[in-house]
């Protein structure tokens, strides 16, 4: 049985000595997560601030911030039952008696799997209850210095179906606190909750919505999995919980509550009602553009009578939320190939955020099988909204992203293998795309035999406009001279002269400061991948014939800062100072 609730989990890092307490006083816009995100930089251990202003709450933060967090937070055991499950699938399907005595170990295990009503009294969530300006007391954490306002930062907010209230969603949605009782709620058209609100505004109704804070460190992990829309998340937390979830009757009505949440928020979305949310810090690291979103009254607010109030910061990659999806990617990895026969395995790059770049060992048993595995990968739930998509039938550990590129540029034909798809639909957070290609993919295939030798070295001379030349892998050549704004055609010029002198590098990436991005795995996807649009910005001599386009090598992509890209997330100087100035009092010898 995992950790049962919050407090559990902290009282284990405290034991561990992987817990700071911060008893100075701390004020929670800015300076908050500036401490937070220097902690998480050096992988340094749990936060828990005791003296954050204005607020009677403790304030926890860096819960799951590193590898060995994630792992011992949720343990090994639910992605060994997941593994067990998918494994025991022939033997189950079609059910036989011989089948089912061979599993009956895997199925004690899943009748523990559920959830369960506790009594009241026996639920902690409802040591007190606040209607009146319900959100008034709660930290009123903001993390960068442009964004809209304070947030919950770790909500996990929970809607059902107006129309079948058993199908449920449970998604981590950025909340915003706009005063003591109304908030906004960004959650996006493809996830689970904006279905709920859609089906609800077309009946003219109001949406319940519950917002609740803490509880089992499954119930986040539960909230923040890419799960299908058909599988419920309550199930998958008691599933990483290794028992039943408790639940508890709200005594005023509504949603249950899960019982060892720290808070349970209850409101109405009322239908066609919206308001400016953001801007805010995203997970790409940059800031995103304000946008009309539902409005959330809030009828009150449940807690535990001494709640602890869990955040975390949200930003350039790498933050905490980089080692949650880390540890959600390794528990659901058994599930793609069942999900997708032809699809082995498949990897998300965190570094570059949610959707940006996805990668896939696939089967190769009939010519282009892999183009139908591309398409299968791209019609399945939240991988819809993947923007580059790199495939290859080789056996290589997909998390290393320069094995995995090697590999595909061996044997990529970029006549055949390379599938540029504009007006389709991106990631809302993703700001690359523009008016001219609101969305686009593309699709790179490297699979079969080796067709070419790839170089490791740059030898083939001075490139014209081009000031550094580095290799960030063998065949992926990083290059950088002119900014955007002073040369928006570089890249075109760029092609020419690379072409001419036969190049040997089949891609290459033009980015504003090569050193800087070649420097780890971490800096180069999120300098490429967060800074380019496949149907605005990649270039490369082509021909058409039978309406296919046919790319010639090489590839240049240009990933360099664009005059329409928002701002990067920077920290305010004056709080750098501050943090510096009192860094020994947070963390006194």
Known sequence: MGYGNLRQWIEQLRKDKDLAVIDAPVDPYLELAEIHRRVVREEGPALLFTNVKDTPFPVATNLFGTVRRANQAFGTRPEQLVKTLMGAMETLLPPTASGLWKEKRLLLDLLKVGTRNVPQGEAPVLGVCRSTEPLKELPRITGWQEEGGPSLTLPLVYTESITHPQNHNLGIYRVQIYDDSKAGVYWQKHKGGGFHHREAEQLGEPLPVSVFLGGPPALIAAAAAPVQERLPELLLASLVLGGKLQMVKDPMGGHQIPAEAEFAIRGLIAPHERRAEGPFGDHYGFYSAPRQFPVMHVQRIWHRKDAIFPATIIGKPRQEDYYLREYIQRLLAPVYPLLMPSVKAL???????????????????????????????????????????????????????????????????????????????????????????????????????????????????????????????????????????????????????????????????????????????????????????????????????????????????????????????????????????????????
């Open 347 to 589: 990897w998300e790059y965190s570094e570059c955020g949610p959707h940006s770049l996805v990668s896939a060992v696939v089967r190769e048993s009939y010519p282009r099988e892999a183009v139908v595995s591309a398409y299968r990968i791209l019609g399945e739930g939240q991988l819809s909204l993947t923007k580059f998509l790199l495939l290859t039938n080789e056996p290589v550990e997909l998390a290393e992203f320069p094995k995995l590129l090697e590999s595909v540029l061996e044997r990529f034909n970029p006549a055949s293998d390379f599938l540029v798809y504009g007006n389709a639909a991106p990631d809302e957070q993703d700001h690359s795309p523009n008016a001219m290609n609101p969305g686009s993919k593309a699709i790179m295939l490297g699979v079969g035999n080796p067709v070419r030798e790839l170089p490791s070295a740059y030898t083939e001379g001075h490139l014209p406009g081009i000031t550094e030349a580095i290799p960030y892998c063998r065949g992926c050549l990083a290059v950088s001279g002119a900014s955007y704004e002073e040369d928006p055609e570089l890249p075109s010029r760029l092609i020419a002269a690379l072409r001419a002198q036969e190049t040997a590098w089949p891609l290459v990436f033009v980015v504003d400061n090569a050193p800087d991005s070649v420097r780890t795995q971490t800096s180069f996807l999120w300098t490429v991948f967060t800074r380019f649009d496949p149907a605005s910005d990649i270039y490369a001599e082509y021909e058409i014939k039978s309406h296919h386009i046919g790319y010639k090598l090489p590839l240049v992509i240009d990933a360099r800062m664009k005059r329409d890209y928002p701002e990067e997330l920077v920290p305010r100087e004056d709080i750098v100072q501050r943090v510096d100035r009192n860094w020994n009092s947070y963390f006194p010898h």
